[in-house]
Nanobody
Framework: QVQLVESGGGLVQPGGSLRLSCAAS????????MGWYRQAPGKERELVAH???????MYADSVKGRFTISRDNAKNTVYLQMNSLKPEDTAVYYC???????????????WGQGTQVTVSS
């Protein structure tokens, strides 16, 4: 069993910053890619940022230049530094771990439970 535990969400004023963390634990030998998704009320879940085990990153156009994703492979942890936050960034943010090697031939995808980010004055 693999678990993803997120932390760092909360309420922040427009223009403020937050840092999300997501730590993976359990029985696995490697994780290929990790990422952050978000889902606002009434909207579909969307990709925010993604990072591979080699450090290659990609971002949604709406967060480029404001958000930074990083990863500590030794700690199996991914971070999302969010700066210059806007009200439209308000959503539940979910951590994702893709192609988690749970056995020599089995790879699975896992999701965290989500953490609320609210940007409001």
């Amino acid at each position: 069993q693999v678990q993803l535990v997120e932390s760092g969400g909360g309420l922040v004023q427009p223009g403020g910053s937050l840092r999300l963390s997501c730590a993976a634990s359990g029985m696995f030998s490697s994780i290929n890619a990790m990422g952050w998704y978000r889902q606002a009320p009434g909207k579909e879940r969307e990709l925010v940022a993604h990072i591979t085990s080699g450090g290659n990153t990609m971002y949604a156009d709406s967060v480029k230049g404001r958000f930074t994703i990083s990863r500590d492979n030794a700690k199996n942890t991914v971070y999302l530094q969010m700066n210059s936050l806007k009200p439209e960034d308000t959503a539940v943010y979910y951590c994702n771990a893709d192609r988690v090697k749970v056995t020599t031939s089995v790879y699975r995808n896992y999701w965290g439970q989500g953490t609320q980010v609210t940007v409001s004055s």
